[in-house]
């Protein structure tokens, strides 16, 4: 048995699920240098939204935040989070603009790339797999873990077994809602080990208080690599904190080798950080409570957020458990998506509206018609066609790889920013985020010009 390796999240994914991902590039890098002796298998430290909100709120450019931490971690492997189809958007782009998004992240400093699709549709998938590795990237193919009558282990070993021979070089549980119980996960990883070659990376979260036991029977089970965040950003809707586990594996077989009083100076840093986004409002102790709701109704901690505040925006607070016994009912007549983005936003929307209205599917949210139209792709079982005729009618289903009917669109939106175009990742900014990046880019060349930004920035752009 090899020692367990972790790929720490303190970077990305632990500020994005605990503090709306606004941790800043200047509070990065005074650790950089003592998180690159820790021996890490990787950092996750791009991807996601962070790439969004580096422009929209911390006026950063996220490639510049990337070349920055590669020169900072010159030691470390970078990866990052990418949405196959969607990059990092919310809905599907050309494959010219995949193509060109996985070459200039591996150009910029990423080394390993973590791609998944919503519905484990692995068309979705399979373009930004095929240019990773084009590029000199290592493709970890994401499964997107959930539960449900079609999601069985015998589905994600098959799923594996295909992502394999479509060239993965790691293979991820995505466990995003924390659903996948010890024992379960012990399972599903002894069975992965003997049906696929490549390494086992296991990514949870610690919502619903079960997230280290995971992790723990998942190592026992053969688990190559585990996700764990440093704990002044560590459990809750994050994940597991990193220093626990390095404790309790200390002196096993499993033994990650990384250095416990290192690790605590660089919390010592880290703490500080968390003090600070404590302050400005964006880390609310919630966040550290254990939820049991996602257990009982496979909401993801982020959906169940999202549902509160569009609840409260409609002065329907009151109505918060009839909407949760709304989602899987939803989900099922949706085809048992899995709970992530895009879809958790679609099925958690689509039951407010059921609920509030008084009448299931009195309407119909564009997105959800899309979904039910197969927009997004391959819903893992069958539709409710009831449901699916009131929504779309005798509208012609899209049952190819629906990339396939998007033009190459780079120079549409090269020609669209040319007053604004510095470089060719510019461009890339654009096309996932037009409005967004072109705010940004108004204020970049205000603050090039020497004029005062500060004319420039709206509420939502706080430096």
């Not at 909100?53 to 990337?66: A, T």
């Not at 499964?143 to 293979?171: C, R, W």
Request: charged letters at 25%; aromatic letters at 8%.
């Amino acid at each position: 048995m090899a020692k367990v390796q972790i790929c720490e999240t303190i970077l990305r994914d632990a500020h994005q699920s605990q503090a709306a991902t606004r941790m800043r590039l200047d509070e990065m890098l005074p650790a950089a240098d003592k998180l690159d002796k820790v021996g890490y298998f990787s950092l996750e430290a791009w991807g996601g939204a962070t790439f969004d909100s580096c422009m929209r709120f911390l006026n950063e450019d996220p490639w510049e935040r990337l070349r920055a931490l590669r020169k900072a971690l010159p030691n470390t492997k970078l990866q990052m989070l990418l949405r196959g189809q969607n990059i990092l958007g919310y809905k599907h782009y050309a494959d010219d603009v995949v193509d060109m998004f996985c070459k200039k992240s591996v150009e910029n400093g990423i080394d390993i790339i973590r791609i998944f699709d919503a519905l484990n549709d692995t068309r979705n998938m399979e373009r930004a797999m095929k240019a990773t590795k084009k590029y000199g990237g290592t493709v970890e193919a994401a499964m997107s873990y959930t539960i449900s009558p079609v999601h069985t282990q015998d589905y994600f070993v098959n799923l594996a077994v295909e992502l394999e021979k479509m060239g993965a070089d790691i293979i991820c549980i995505k466990d995003m809602a924390n659903l996948l119980l010890p024992y379960e996960a012990y399972e599903l990883v002894s069975r992965l080990k003997k049906s696929v070659k490549v390494p086992i990376h296991l990514h949870t979260h610690n919502t619903s208080g079960t997230g280290d036991m995971t992790l723990l029977k998942a190592i026992e089970a053969g688990v190559d690599i585990v996700d764990t965040a440093l704990s002044p950003l560590g459990n809750g809707t994050s994940q597991p904190a990193t220093e626990p586990l390095v404790a309790t594996l200390r002196g096993t077989k499993y033994d990650t080798g990384l250095d416990l009083s290192l690790l605590s100076e660089i919390s010592a840093h880290f703490r500080g950080v968390a003090d600070r986004l404590k302050k400005d409002g964006f880390l609310d102790p919630k966040v550290l409570g254990v939820d049991i709701n996602t257990l009982l109704y496979q909401v993801p901690g982020g959906m169940l957020s999202n549902l509160i505040s569009q609840l409260k925006q409609m002065n329907a607070s009151d109505k918060f458990m009839e909407v949760l016994q709304e989602v899987p009912r939803v989900r099922e007549d949706f085809g048992y998506p899995p709970l992530v983005t895009p879809t958790s936003q679609i099925v958690g929307t689509q039951a407010v509206l059921n609920v509030v209205s008084g009448e299931r599917y009195k309407t119909f949210t564009k997105e959800s018609r899309g979904l039910l139209r197969g927009e997004y792709g391959r819903l893992p079982a069958p539709v409710n066609e009831d449901v699916r005729k009131k929504a779309i009618g005798d509208a012609p289903l899209i049952t190819g790889r629906p990339a396939d009917d998007l033009a190459p669109e780079l120079d549409k939106y090269r020609e669209e920013i040319r007053d604004y175009y510095t470089k060719e990742e510019d461009v890339l900014s654009y096309a996932l985020f037009p409005q967004v990046a072109l705010k940004y880019f108004q204020y970049r060349q205000a603050r090039d010009k020497g004029i005062d930004s500060t004319m420039l920035k709206d509420k939502t752009h706080p430096v």
